[in-house]
């Protein structure tokens, strides 16, 4: 099965080398995001969701998903309409006003050709709020770590865990 | 009868002048002049000095460079005269419209009477213009608008 | 010599038969060849304002501007050349090249196409989103491919809105038990 990452939201402290490592990786062009929500960071990249909206309203069949599960745009094939934009459920899609092409998250697909981790997870070193792995050993090891309650997998794909923090819900709007 | 149009009523001569035009334009001019199109039909024919003209056939998107020898020629043109901008380039500045080597078009520099577009115009295109400078011809081209919320009504 | 004088004699026959090579043109119409192309034409029908033909354009002539709650879409054709991108990139083919090539004008203000478009805004924040044809066509693809999506409500929020709302929605979050 295709390895995935495991966000824990209450150990990020926003310290943005996350996304520095992403606009590294993608030539200062990054698709990782940290939206702030109520003393909490959410990371905004995308979760390569099973039944993707941006996948089915692409008209140019430019945003398509590979055999491994990875979600990605072929900038040569956009046209720049901006459709998947507005069909993506966790905002992770953004427009690229320089090239003219929207840009999303490709889980760094020229590293994980040579068996590395995405620059994100590589990067968060500080804090370890990202880890990389497969999905059984990622639950398996939040259960050691007992942090195994409300770990959602957003969207549903083979993308992100996300664990939320209890305090998230109740003041986040 | 306006005197302008008096003043055109016979042959008129033309001059070319490539203001900096990639050639694509000026072929087509000469494509104009050959027999299957034959604008001598209509008395118009290329002269060899703005001195002699009537008109002046204007290519390209007048570069830095050419201004000033533009001026001079529409100078040296006997009144009353007669601008045709021919192509894309002279008409708006083609896609060299914003760039720091070129004036972004024709009428930058001189008052036009007539923009001919197109990369390149077919010949049978600026023949239609020329008529149509004439008078021999009506213009058909006619802006295109559209605002939603009043088809929204209808 | 006799030779050569039959020689100019067939010469003389051969521009006999030649006849007119002339076009009556423009006093008779002459239409161009079937992959003629002309001045763009824009289907404001089915065009929904997504600037896809501006990004493509080499010349920069097709402008979209937002101002206020209307998106301004407009055509400087002056400096077309009719390359046809516009019409190849459109996704919803409501650019065509029609095979009017007389565009000779003497008010340049005729070589224009302006359209004008409603935007949606986001309903927490206010941010341009996009035009309402673009998020009614997001909305009516979503809901029509297989399988469905039943809850569009997150399409009219903004992208950081959206990644403030998802976990509020169970339908995305889709927590796991471990």
Known sequence: MKKMIFCDISRCDNCGECVSACAREHYGRNSMFIQPVSDFFIPANCRHCEHSPCVEVCPTGACSRTDSGVVSIASMKCVGCQLCAIACPFGAIWFDALDKVSRKCDECKERLAYDLEPACVKACVPQHALVYGEYEDLLKDARDRGIHLNISRAGGGSGMLIRIPAGIDKEGG | MKPLEWCFKKSIWVYHVNAGSCNGCDIEILDALTPYYDVERFGIRLVHTPRHADALLVTGPVTRQVRERLVRLYESTPDPKLVIAVGACATGGGIWHNTYATLGGLENVLPVNIYIPGCPPRPEAILYGVAQALGLVPGVVAKQEFAESLSAEV | ?178
Do not use: W
């Open chain 3, 1 to 178: 010599m006799l030779k050569h004088t039959i020689s100019e004699l067939k010469e003389a026959l051969i521009c006999l038969e030649a006849g007119q090579v002339t076009l009556p043109y423009p006093f008779q119409p002459h239409p161009p060849e079937g992959e003629f192309r002309g001045k763009p034409v824009l289907n404001s029908r089915k065009c929904m304002s997504c600037g896809a033909c501006a990004n493509a354009c080499p010349a920069r002539l097709i402008s979209i501007q937002d101002n206020g709650s209307i998106r301004t879409l407009s055509f400087n054709l002056r400096r077309c050349t009719f390359c046809g991108l516009c019409r190849d990139a459109c996704p919803q083919e409501a650019i065509t090249l029609s095979s009017q090539f007389e565009l000779s004008t003497v008010t340049p203000e005729d070589l224009s196409i302006h359209a004008e478009f409603g935007l949606v805004n986001c309903r927490e924040c206010g941010k341009v989103i996009g035009t309402q044809r673009q998020v009614a066509l997001v909305k009516d693809k979503l809901q029509t491919c297989e399988p469905g999506f039943d809850d569009t409500g997150y399409v009219d929020l903004c992208n950081s809105c959206k990644r403030r709302a998802f976990i509020h929605n169970p339908a995305l979050l889709m927590e796991v038990k471990a």
